[in-house]
């Protein structure tokens, strides 16, 4: 027994070494850095690695699946169904002449005319531009990742080994890296803003407070190795403002927090949420609803117009989508942010999916499988772009002014413009949208019927 002593004792003196190493690592490298915004370089050199590997590993898949025959899957980037933007109108007239001998403008309903519907049903079955919004983006190029790329089975022993290996690092040393850093950024923003709180109200709180959260957003995203690229700073949001952005993820948050001070819109939740945002309202003026206040649209209306009509508080930041989308597209704002008469600083979100997939699918995946699912990603890039700041005009209503807003930023960060809700993730089609469609052929029958009664 007494001969383990000095044995026990070298254990303990390793470990106390290697933590003290550990700890002045992510003090040099990480916390000081994020407290001066700096950064050495480290993660882009990666991110050019893993881009050579990814480049290698693709490149040996197709190779192997040719050598075996075997058909690659590749992904439909623009939809598997070639659509052109033509009318119902034009579509039907198109119908009827190519089937029926009667005159093109006859008012009288034909049995042709059920093709178009019968065709545009069977597209959206077969080619869902909504549904699809909602899934994973696939990869043409592999990552490393088997659930990114259908095209992951057995090519060679060489590439299997290098997977492995790739596993074992994001598992075995980047995870634990990377929840260390977590929460050490989480501990230090709800003790931080906690003794800010304290402080009487001034400039030196706000400059105490700005800074504390910078600080903590900045560990939190290198918590997910996140390499952020910002695009025209200039536009930055400004005090009495409204931020809107596209949304993918609920790490949006912390990539805009982490270039800028904003007030979170937000209910109020229980556990670590609840704990983290009590914290930071001591600090700084954040806009938190009760869960009966949230669905009385008055009063959110009322709170939010209040907040930037102070031109001294921060700019509120809203993701007016009001779910998370996969990051191909922009779907419908909802009205009530562009309602407000203020200054709107749009900004455009882009991830890059080759390194990890940042959307979060909250019908399949709760909120501890999809941080665990990004934390053993091997990177989260992304670029920011903030747009020139935006204002309604005097002949808009909120809806045109959020479809420019929206256009604006699909159109900056390379995303499909829809105009579908993307409430339709966990609800049915309106009514009103099939009532759009029989509105439209009523209009396409009538409306040749009174021309041709005039003439």
């Known amino acids: ?49 893993l881009l050579k590997i990814f480049r290698w590993a693709t490149l040996r898949i197709e190779r192997g699946a040719k050598e075996k025959n075997h058909p690659l899957y590749k992904p439909y980037v623009n939809g598997i169904i070639a659509k052109e933007p033509t009318s119902l109108e034009e579509e039907i007239k ?60 057995y090519i060679s022993l060489r590439l299997t080994v290098l997977w492995g290996l790739g596993v074992l690092i994001r598992y075995c040393f980047l995870l634990p890296l990377r929840i260390a850093l977590a929460f050490t950024g989480i501990s230090l923003l709800v003790v931080g803003t906690t003794v800010v709180g304290y402080l009487p109200s001034g400039r030196w709180k706000e400059f105490l407070s700005k800074h504390v959260h910078l600080m903590c957003y900045r560990i939190c995203v290198r918590a997910l190795t996140a390499i952020i690229t910002y ?10 403002g409204i931020c809107v952005a596209n949304h993918t993820s609920p790490i949006d948050v ?4 982490s270039d800028g001070y904003y007030a979170m819109v937000g209910q109020i939740h229980g556990g670590l949420m609840g704990v983290i945002q009590r914290a930071v309202v001591k600090a700084c003026p954040h806009v938190w609803f009760e869960r009966s206040e949230v669905k009385d649209r008055h009063l959110v209306a009322k709170r939010l117009t209040e907040h930037v009509q102070d031109k001294s508080k921060l700019p509120i930041l809203i993701f007016p989508e009001g ?43 709760g909120m501890v499988t999809y941080l665990l699912r990004m934390m053993t990603s091997w990177a989260i890039v992304c670029s920011v772009w903030y747009l020139p700041p935006m204002t309604r005009e005097p002949e808009e209503d909120a809806v045109q002014f959020a479809n420019r807003v929206k256009s604006a930023i699909a159109r900056q960060g390379g995303l499909v413009d829809l105009l579908w809700d993307g409430g339709l993730k966990r609800e049915k089609v309106k009514d009103t949208f099939k009532e759009e469609q029989q509105k439209l052929y009523s209009k396409t029958i009538v409306g040749n019927h009174e021309d041709r009664s005039r003439s």
């Open 323 to 365: 779910t998370c989308i996969n990051n191909t597209s922009v779907m419908m704002f909802k009205k009530g942010s562009f309602e407000i008469g203020a200054t709107v600083y749009p900004v455009a979100i882009k991830y890059d999916p080759q390194f990890g997939d940042a959307f979060w699918n909250s019908s399949k995946y």
């Open 94 to 153: 198109e119908i009827r002449r190519s089937g029926s001998s009667k005159a093109l403008d006859t008012p009288e309903f034909e049995l042709s005319d059920i093709f178009y519907f019968c065709r545009k049903g069977i597209e959206t079955i077969m080619d869902d531009e909504v549904t699809k919004r909602f899934s994973a983006e696939e990869l043409e190029s592999w990552n490393l990742l088997s659930r990114t790329n259908y095209n992951f089975q």
């Open 231 to 240: 695009h025209d700073q200039e536009n930055r949001p400004r005090n009495g």
């Open 254 to 257: 912390i990539i805009l927090a």
């Open 1 to 49: 027994m007494f001969l383990l002593l000095p044995f026990d004792s070298l254990v303990v003196n390793l470990l106390g070494i290697s933590l003290t190493v550990l700890f002045t690592l992510l003090l040099v490298f990480i916390i000081v850095p994020a407290i001066f915004g700096v950064s050495f370089g480290i993660r882009r050199i990666y991110m050019k690695t």
